[in-house]
Nanobody, 114 residues
Framework: QVQLVESGGGVVEAGGSLKLSCEAS????????MAWYRQAPGKQRERVASVAAGGTTNYADSVKGRFTASRDNVKNTLYLQMNSLKPEDTAVYYCNRLYPYVAWGQGTQVTVSS
């Protein structure tokens, strides 16, 4: 059964840091490109980072230099280290495959206060 469980969100002041985790029950996790997405109120879901099977990463311009995505293929877990957080980073954060998606998890709320 496919399952994605995100955790690590919270409320933080601007300039602060959070580290998100995603436990993924996905067949062949270690061979799949995984990604982090976020959805702010009233906005479409957007991809913020991806991590290929071998660890190569790509980032949206809005988070480049501040966020770092990584993975542990033994633990089937995806991570997102978020530094220098800004109020515009406030959103629900999700993980999923790059494409095609599997069933979405519940996400984890990140709120950055100014």
């Amino acid at each position: 059964q496919v399952q994605l469980v995100e955790s690590g969100g919270g409320v933080v002041e601007a300039g602060g840091s959070l580290k998100l985790s995603c436990e993924a029950s996905i067949r062949d996790f270690s061979s799949k490109t995984m990604a982090w997405y976020r959805q702010a109120p009233g906005k479409q879901r957007e991809r913020v980072a991806s991590v290929a099977a071998g660890g190569t990463t790509n980032y949206a311009d809005s988070v480049k230099g501040r966020f770092t995505a990584s993975r542990d293929n033994v633990k089937n877990t995806l991570y997102l280290q978020m530094n220098s957080l800004k109020p515009e980073d406030t959103a629900v954060y999700y993980c999923n495959r790059l494409y095609p998606y599997v069933a979405w998890g519940q996400g984890t709320q990140v709120t950055v206060s100014s």
